[in-house]
């Protein structure tokens, strides 16, 4: 069982502008189309965990980029838009409980994706591998990967990858 963070963060370590923009993450020369080895990982995801802002932003994408069943953490959004039924789904609660049912109804490897998901699991103590891919900016403010923490929490290295445009991608495994 395992709860993955992919994403990817500015110089500075913001994941988006402040107001939840990501177009500065297609600014980068990528004359070989590289996809940074998200193919790779996501066939290893069994489903995705992801808050509700990223949902929303998520599901103006045309297609639907996931062929994982999505659960979105949310104590606002109570119902999922007809189309999309089939592929997500609202949860809500403590998150130890909701990643307990998720790993016994059969979902093994989870994919974390969100700012403040990131963070709440994270201070639960609930991320078990972060890759992390920096691209060569400073956005000086926005919304941060990384908050306060009650807790140390000593994560690995794995390895880590330099692409076209001084992007890098680090993997990082919990202790």
Known sequence: MTNSVYIASSLDGYIATPKGGIEWLNT?????????????????????VMGRKTFEMVSSFSPWPYSQKVFVLSNSLKEIRPELVDKAEVVSGDLKTIIKKLHKDGYQNLYVDGGKTIQSFLK????????????PIL?????????????????????????????????????
């Open 124 to 135: 639960k103590n609930l991320i078990d591998e972060l890759i992390i891919t920096k691209l």
């Open 139 to 175: 956005l000086g403010d926005g919304i941060p990967l990384f908050s306060a923490q009650d807790q140390k929490v000593k994560f690995e290295h794995c390895s880590t990858e330099v692409f076209e445009g001084g992007i890098v991608k680090s993997h990082y495994k919990k202790l």
């Open 28 to 48: 980068f020369p990528n004359p070989s189309e590289s996809d940074y080895g998200y193919h790779e990982f996501i066939e290893g995801i069994d489903a995705i």
